[in-house]
DNA sequence: CTGTTAGCGCGTTCAC
DNA sequence: GTGAACGCGCTAACAG
């Protein structure tokens, strides 16, 4: 006598389970775990009507009782900071487009500073998650806890600076920097400075690290100035070298865009210098902005979406089999000859 | 004989549960359920029992067996689209924070185009989250969706376009335009151009509206330009207002930043115009970027803290008593006044 | 305050 | 190909 009940679901007095997909199709509740899970071996015809009436239901798999069960959660943790750091956001979108492609879910903890990392960790345990892929700076201790509790890990842009090898995925820093400076070289710069990121970033060191030693091997010494990797700190930076030496400055290599883009802002600001006429900015990242007509930075551009792909492939991998050794991916960047910098 | 078992805890060949902790210090299984529980009654004997037993195994509650038994997953899916937008990483940033702050993990869905997000609702749906926090378009069916499941949602930034009431905190687009329009009248702005967001995004064009209708209480038509909400779509916009009107414009209005921030990038680059002397131009939001050197950008600053803050409050609130009805709660925006426009 | 007991919803043997 | 039965690890009554 009611409607078709596909289009009037009876508003269920609390959600379907299994069993109640099971009854309403005439078969037992282990048929219907069958049809909603991968290689189950089940006939169509049964198939047909288990779906039926699981639509007619409004019945969704309750992936916790599942993960419960088949210890397997389908949860990837992503532990990341700095969020709003600019270049993150694409990374976030990319790591949760994979995973979510291969069947897997994100459980997303964005650190502010250090010392909410053993928090987090905490609740990633808890969560029992599949594996976790981080971009955030780990401790030796908290490394090994991941080993501890058999969760793979991939670590994003970051490196193990202990001993124990670690996977990770990471934009080849001194290729990057090779690139910038030699060209930088060729166009007759030989007056250094360089911005750099804070101390304790691993990934901020290998980039002026890498400048440096290439600007040593041309016989060359750069003038270096701290930096946080935020755009107030480049264009702090950027003063500091102009008062240091004197405004006598051919080139910047600063470690990432956004300082990069700060020092320009400093250049024409503060100094009223023409950039790159007066003087060249380079930067690393390739975020958006630096492609802005303000600015049209020269830098190295991170293949951010095979770099996420490896991180996402690598985790799962282990994931599968977690005997898998440590594998460190490096992929290297593009140069983006923007109009930032005098090129050779 | 062994060591410290704390400093050198037994390599469980297991996740312990809390039964081996219950063994271990010989109490019963929910005992130890309870030690981890607030407000479960233990003696703080036992419970120093318990955890220094839980410490020796390294043992971490099972969030997923909890949550089943408990119908309470501690997890809140966040749906947000355009995660690139330069505006939402913050956003994301607050709302995981008060989110674990309060105790609840973040289930992320970074959304790239609509047609996904039927998708991310069916593992909403399976993942069976204590609730969801919105920043994306859904449609009627979709919101519906959420009754069904009696998962309570509380939209962000965007409400609903139909009937069906929905919780959602949102930013006050006509009081924001109105102190900009009012500025920029005094200042003695007469000829406005607009550059609009995409057509279907509300938030877009409930700001528009805002400023033309403003505009026209004050006896001026402005002429109005579409644009997507990215850099280039505010550089093509003020392109196309200049060519419509002869260069005819004093003052360009643009539905958020990022085209504001392109609008000023043309204007300089495509017209040699100087802002604000030739023409001013406002955006909305108040991202990073806009307070930058090159900028100096005249906007709205959203209340993103305030915002968040009252989001996750609103969820929780709604989790914990589902009857409660929808509220919609509007943040007034501080004008931010930067250099991009002559203001009165 | 503590232990016993009974499920939460599903995956997985096993017989049939 | 199908169904019965059990248990994943935990929480919530309840009785002691």
Redesign the pocket.
Known sequence: MSGDPARHPPPPS?????????QRA?????????C??PG????P???ARVLKAARELG????A???G????RSNLVAVLISNLTNLYYPEVLAGLTRQLNARDNRVLLFALETEDEVDAALDQVWRYRVDGAIVAARLSAPQLRAFQRHRVPVVLYNRWSDGSDPVSSVCCDSPGGERMLVDRLLAAGHRRFGLIAGPEDNTVGRSRIEAARTRLEQAGLTPVVAGGSFDHDSGAQGFRRLMMANDGAIDAVICANDLMAIGAIDAAREDFGLDVPRDVSVVGFDGVGPAAWASYRLTTVRQPVNRMTEAAVGMLLERVADPDLPPEVRTLTGTLITGASARLG
């Open positions: 609390r959600t379907p389970t299994s069993y109640d997909v099971a005439g078969v037992s509740q282990s048929a219907v775990s069958r909603f899970r189950g071996s089940i006939a015809e049964t198939r019945y969704q798999p309750n916790i009782a599942s419960l069960k088949a210890k």
